[in-house]
T-cell receptor
């Protein structure tokens, strides 16, 4: 079975500061890993994904994440937070193509001016 | 890129009535679609897997007689909440595996259901 743990349900950073959102996963097979952002009352927007290949993946809006197999982690980072980054972020894992996604509990990011 | 739409985007209904939510893949075919439920301030939880031409597969704890799923075509899955109650109020999101990139899912924009 797959599972995802997001440490920190709420994260606050100052505008311009580093954003670090943590995600650890459990998977019995090589995972496919995803980060999504959700703004209030809206659906999910894909930020980035890891399937195979390079372990450092770059996504939209300046976000990136690194797949670390030894740590079973897929933390999301952004060098400089922007006010528009304030949203809910979800890490998700899938074990096989076409299978369901397993989501973490989400991290609410607040950006302080 | 591929798009998944949902209709309606929000709906308010009275307790005891039924509500149908549509999930459409707009420019690709989806033999499988997934229905998730998201309560306020919580994560997405899979409710059921919708399979075109066959019965849906429900997750443990999800009442199949209450949440009726029909996947009648390769581009449409419907979720009907029967005899809705206030505790069914939630954000319902569907997704479909991306054509040609099955490890990726396209998510619909969600449907906000409020039962009064």
């Amino acid at each position: 079975a797959q599972s995802v743990t997001q440490l920190g349900s709420h994260v606050s950073v100052s505008e311009g500061a580093l954003v670090l959102l943590r995600c650890n996963y459990s998977s019995s097979v090589p995972p496919y890993l995803f980060w999504y952002v959700q703004y209030p009352n809206q659906g999910l927007q894909l930020l980035l994904k890891y399937t195979t290949g390079a372990t450092l993946v770059k996504g939209i809006n300046g976000f990136e994440a690194e797949f670390k197999k030894s740590e079973t982690s897929f933390h999301l980072t952004k060098p400089s937070a922007h006010m528009s980054d304030a949203a809910e972020y979800f890490c998700a894992v899938s074990d096989q193509p076409g299978n369901q996604f397993y989501f973490g509990t989400g991290t609410s990011l607040t950006v302080i001016p | 890129g591929a798009v998944v739409s949902q209709h309606p985007s929000w709906v308010i209904c009275k307790s005891g009535t039924s509500v149908k939510i549509e999930c459409r893949s707009l420019d690709f075919q989806a033999t499988t679609m997934f229905w998730y439920r998201q309560f306020p301030k919580q994560s997405l939880m899979l409710m059921a897997t919708s399979n075109e031409g066959s019965k849906a597969t429900y997750e443990q704890g999800v009442e199949k007689d209450k949440f009726l799923i029909n996947h009648a075509s390769l581009t449409l899955s419907t979720l009907t909440v029967t005899s809705a109650h206030p505790e069914d109020s939630s954000f319902y999101i569907c997704s479909a595996p991306a054509s040609g990139r099955a490890y990726e899912q396209y998510f619909g924009p969600g449907t906000r259901l409020t039962v009064t």
